[in-house]
């Protein structure tokens, strides 16, 4: 099988949405020789915050020298992103060496069961086990696609599982309140591991409490059990088995430090020991994370952040307030239609001068005119409409003058083709 191959059997398999069930996933591992029992895992859930937090514990493990697997999702141009190993993403001749591996062992399982299909991610996730047995990975990290409980990635028993944030998000499937969204997350916590629990209100600790102690798992929670300071970019995080002092955080957002803080615990409980200071201050201050207020150009000011509900949404603000001065705001913005737009829209515009509205190349984005109409409502501020996102980000660069900041958000989606759209820009002659 190609990569292009695979790439085509992958989309082929959309139709089939999402599985709210692990008895395929379970069935695809057994035929695979269940590659996941290989090697440690620690997984990561939550509202916002979990793909941050994945990347920082895999260069963490990778600096403490561990052979580490990631497993992210979505991607922002290439489904090779997902699937990491040893902190490079794979290469498209491995993708398709993982896939000729899976999809035989997938139609046998389709042929024994008599299913439709098996989803998208599914066989990503199928696929990232395979390559990470195939590396010899002592751990992989995984980020949990969609709440935890049916999540494909929970055929796995994590040794570490991570709920960075509860917020309202992905209703429809989850529940609509904290509460119960924090039940369904809470799932990724099996017997006898540890988990690792961010800040969350009230409602959604109790949830998370109570399946710790149903499982007998033991419980670390921020602030109690742990805490971190954050001034600036230096980071000190008291972690569970150990102090780290004078941490340089590379990455830009104060939430940030929250992330940083259930990474080094989470890596501590993996471990069972303190970290090496030396490793740890060198994975956090070279560390990246693509779409996550990412800097794309630095004149004009641009970033890209992936705020695809009202909580992210409302972070990503209070940063732009903090980092703009006496500028302006030129907002990029691009939202799927499923998410809270109207929440989404609230949180962003206040500060705006401009606000751009566009649409990412997906079935489900907002058409840009509706995107507008419903920012009109909203903004205060002037608002344009462009079709496409590189376009969009023209008419943002067109705009620009000294002292302002050009953000361009509202979902990965978008924050994908911002990318793609500035390096063609900086590649022009």
């Known amino acids: 099988m190609t990569f292009d191959q695979a790439l085509e059997y992958l989309s082929s398999a959309l139709k089939f949405g999402i599985n709210p069930s692990l008895e395929t996933i379970t069935e695809l591992c057994a035929g695979l020789g269940n590659p996941q029992r ?58 398709a060496s993982a896939f000729s591996r899976v999809v035989p062992v997938a139609e046998e399982v389709l042929a024994a069961s008599g299913r439709d299909g098996i989803t998208e991610f599914e066989l990503l996730t199928a696929a990232a086990f395979v390559a990470f047995d195939r590396a010899d990975v002592d751990t992989a990290v995984l980020e949990v696609g969609l709440g935890g409980r049916w999540d494909a990635t929970s055929v796995c028993d994590a040794r570490v599982a991570v709920v960075t944030t509860i917020d309202l998000d ?57 805490s971190y300071k954050l001034s600036g970019n230096r980071l000190q995080i008291d972690g569970v088995f150990g102090s780290y002092p004078d941490l340089e955080l590379s990455v830009l957002g104060k939430y940030q430090g929250e992330n940083a803080a259930l990474a080094v615990v989470a890596c501590e409980s993996l471990l069972g020991a303190a970290l090496d200071l030396r ?29 695809h509900n009202p909580a992210a949404a409302q972070k990503l603000s209070a940063w732009l307030e903090e980092r703009l001065g006496g500028g302006r705001i ?20 206040p500060r705006a001068s401009t606000v751009i509205c566009t649409q990412a190349q997906s079935s489900r984005a907002m058409p840009a ?39 361009v958000t509202g979902s990965l989606y ?9 390096r063609g820009m900086t590649m022009r002659p």
């Open 330 to 349: 030129i907002l990029v913005v691009g939202v799927l239609a499923d998410k809270d737009v109207d929440g989404i829209l609230s949180a962003l515009c």
């Open 170 to 226: 992905h209703t429809e499937r989850l529940g609509t309140s904290t509460g119960e969204i924090a039940e369904e997350k809470a799932q990724i916590v099996k017997e006898n591991s540890t988990a690792v629990v961010g800040e969350l209100d009230s409602v959604a600790w109790e949830a998370i409490e109570a399946r710790a102690r149903d499982v007998g798992a033991a419980l670390l929670k921020l602030d109690r059990d742990f």
């Open 369 to 407: 005119m509706q995107l507008a109409a419903r920012a009109s409502k909203l903004c205060d501020a002037e608002v344009f409409i462009h079709p496409s996102v590189g376009g969009a980000i023209e008419s943002a660069i067109d705009a620009w003058r000294s002292g302002d900041v050009i953000c």
């Open 279 to 307: 490793a740890l201050h060198r994975a956090l201050g070279s560390l990246s994370l693509p779409g996550r207020l990412e800097q794309l150009l630095r004149i004009p000011p641009l970033y890209i952040d992936g705020a």
């Open 414 to 422: 978008t924050a994908g083709e911002a990318r793609a759209a500035v």
């Open 38 to 95: 290989r090697f440690e895992v620690l997984q990561v859930a939550g509202t916002n915050g979990k793909s941050s937090t994945a990347r920082m514990a895999a260069a963490i493990l990778k600096g403490q020298g561990r052979s580490v697997g990631l497993y992210t999702s979505p991607h922002l141009e290439t489904y090779t992103e997902r699937i990491e190993i040893g902190g490079r993403k794979i290469y498209p001749g491995e993708f």
